[in-house]
């Protein structure tokens, strides 16, 4: 455990989220296939003739998309936790996977603790989702809440896992495209035909992406010859998805764990999409249609494409220790004369592989999600900036203590340097007086940016 992170103050009761989504380039990217957001955004830019060659290459290409999962709780701590771990939302990612691959989409979990990927989150109104009630007070603080924390993830898709209303956990998931994440349920309490649904999230997913079901829903099959007749015997009756690959089917729960793939209702035949993942119907395998793939697709680009512009929030990795370099002169952050003491003046200077230039990056939660702790590895003290923080302030370090002095962000801009921001007073680290002075302090933002005002973080683990 690096207690040292902690600046040697109490933690607020709320959970570390961790953040990370761009710090590291996941293994799979490092393969020749071409990555989707990029190519739409060169060809955007490019002429037509071009692009029209170009655009042959949006066949083979990926979009990755990298999933924040959250286990929520009520606000009480612990109390009517959804039944999920990060192992489950692996098995419910690799599935999806298997399905989305068609479509070009891939989503990456890194299960392992300190991914970032996995998150609890204390929050009764979350907890207590349920289903789409619009109108609804509790539905309608509950989206907020969770529309919010996307917010503070914008490249990956947010998946709340949440218990339900009730002493009795719910088993139904429930997505949309109007709002910005996923509801889903414990992976054991949601069964189909006696198993566990391993389809659910997938599914789920395609409702977030724009898919509609396949399907109209009926208890029986006298049920939903009933409904036909009423509507005068059109099989358009059960049209659900407007799709011309997947027909009106009718979705009949007494036949969901059959084997049946056409059923007769008032002599008109129907097929069953039992292998379509936004039919009911169970089945051992899953696909999407070329046109459902086609809407996938196009949604994900609607709501990932700016956010995978590399402009905009920075997240650093918080299980690597970093040097803060210097865009303008090269020099490193360091605590000067590597004091230990409260109040040491932090400066840049030369490279010197001491553990005085040595930080970590420890993502804050709750209203500071999105923000950071920045804390030295040599004294375990937090970049702080000196008393009084006016323009022209200077930096130190100090025992956190959860000021606003203390709280920092990172925005990435068109080269791939960072803006490194005070939350305090949205002014930025500048390296002060030309480039070969040796102070730093805070400044108001270039309106074009700086040199001066341009850092890299460089990984020393
Ligand atoms: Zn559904």
């Not at 955007?44 to 990755?64: H, I, M, Q």
């Not at 947010?158 to 139904?172: N, V």
């Not at 997938?202 to 509609?212: D, K």
């Not at 490193?332 to 230990?340: D, K, Y």
């Amino acid at each position: 455990m690096h207690r040292s992170r902690n600046c040697g103050a109490a933690r607020l009761a709320w959970v570390p989220v961790a953040l990370w989504m761009l710090a590291v380039a996941p293994a799979a990217l490092a393969q020749a296939e071409s990555d989707c957001f990029q190519l739409t955004r060169e060809l955007r830019a490019l002429k037509t003739p071009v692009a029209g060659a170009r655009s042959e290459d949006l066949k083979s290409c990926f979009y990755t998309l990298h999933v924040h999962a959250v286990r929520v709780t009520d606000s009480c701590p612990g109390v009517r936790s959804a039944a999920i771990d990060p192992e489950q939302v692996r098995r419910w990612v690799e599935k999806a996977n298997e399905i989305y691959g068609a479509a070009g989409v891939r989503f990456e979990f890194d299960p392992t603790p300190k991914s970032g990927d996995w998150a609890l989150l204390p929050s009764t109104e979350v907890n207590d989702l349920s289903a789409e009630l619009p109108g609804d007070i509790g539905w309608e603080r509950g989206k907020s809440m969770g529309n919010e924390l996307a917010a503070h993830f914008p490249g990956k898709v947010l998946l709340l896992f949440r218990h339900g209303p009730g002493d009795a956990p719910t088993g139904g998931g429930f997505s949309s495209t109007k709002y910005n994440f996923v509801a889903l349920p414990g992976y054991n309490v949601t069964t189909v035909c006696g198993g566990q649904n391993e389809f659910l999230f997938a599914h789920e997913m395609g409702h977030y992406f724009g898919l509609n079901h396949t399907f109209r829903q009926f208890k029986t099959q006298a049920a939903a010859a009933e409904a036909l007749r009423s509507a005068g015997n059109k099989p358009s009756a059960f049209d659900a998805d407007g799709i011309a690959e997947t027909p009106p089917e009718p979705y009949i729960e007494d036949l969901q764990c059959a084997s049946d793939t056409t059923v007769s209702l008032n002599g008109i035949p129907f097929s069953l999409h039992r292998d379509n993942i936004m039919s009911y119907y169970r089945s051992g395998t899953k696909r999407l249609t070329p046109e459902q793939i086609r809407v996938v697709r196009n949604w994900v680009e609607r709501r990932f494409a700016d956010a995978m512009d590399r402009l905009g929030p920075f997240v650093p990795d918080e299980r690597r220790t970093y040097l803060i370099v210097s865009a303008e002169n090269g020099k490193s952050l360091e605590v000067a004369g590597a004091s230990v003491e409260k109040g040491a003046k932090v400066v840049p200077a030369d490279w010197n592989g001491t553990a005085s230039q040595n930080w970590e990056i420890v993502p804050l939660t709750a209203q500071d999600a999105g923000s950071f702790e920045i804390v030295s590895s040599a004294s375990g003290k937090c970049l702080t900036v000196e008393s009084g923080g006016d323009e022209g302030a200077s930096l130190i370090q100090w025992d956190w203590e959860g000021g606003r002095n203390q709280k920092w962000r990172f925005t990435q801009d068109k080269t791939g340097d960072l803006v490194i921001e005070a939350k305090q007073s949205r002014k930025v680290l500048t390296v002060a007086g030309g480039p070969q002075a040796m102070g730093v302090k805070l400044v108001p933002p270039a309106p074009e940016g700086a040199q001066s005002q341009r850092w890299r973080l460089v990984p020393q683990d």
